[in-house]
């Protein structure tokens, strides 16, 4: 299984951008619509940290408190791919963001926690200029 996300770039604050994210090859038992997807984010000096969750039909969404009514994640089954619109976009959410694949299909309580996932993609940067 392999995730790659693109998208990233250079915009200003109050700007938009769309991250996608496509899920190629499989598993035993394991493919993109059998999967929770998740996107999350690694700011200079800081800690990886959750951004957005989507179950594997697209019906439960979650979203972090500091993205929430701004960013809104969506996934299409047929393409294998989920995005991230970003809108409003601020100089603090710079940062490199990363999808990720999760094993349950439902958001599960741990679906906030990077350890959940078990398939990663290579990040695409996001600059947020002020």
């Known amino acids: 299984v392999q995730l790659q996300a693109f998208g990233g770039g250079l915009v200003q604050a109050g700007g938009s951008l769309r991250l996608s994210c496509t899920f190629s090859?499989?598993?035993?038992?394991?493919?993109?619509?059998?999967?929770?997807m998740g996107w999350f984010r690694r700011a200079p000096g800081k800690e990886r940290e959750f951004v957005a969750a989507?179950?594997?039909?697209?019906?439960?969404?979650d979203y972090a408190d500091s993205v929430k009514g701004r960013f809104t994640i969506s996934r299409d089954n047929a393409e294998n791919t989920v995005w991230l619109q970003m809108n409003s976009l601020e100089p603090e959410d710079t940062a490199v963001y990363y999808c990720?694949?999760?094993?349950?299909?439902?958001?599960?309580?741990?679906?906030?926690?990077?350890?959940?996932?078990?398939?990663w993609g290579q990040g695409t940067q996001v600059t947020v200029s002020s």
């Open positions: 989507i179950s594997w039909r697209g019906g439960t969404t």
């Open positions: 990720a694949a999760d094993s349950s299909r439902r958001l599960t309580s741990r679906i906030r926690i990077g350890a959940t996932y078990d398939y």
């Open positions: 090859g499989r598993s035993p038992g394991r493919t993109f619509s059998t999967s929770a």
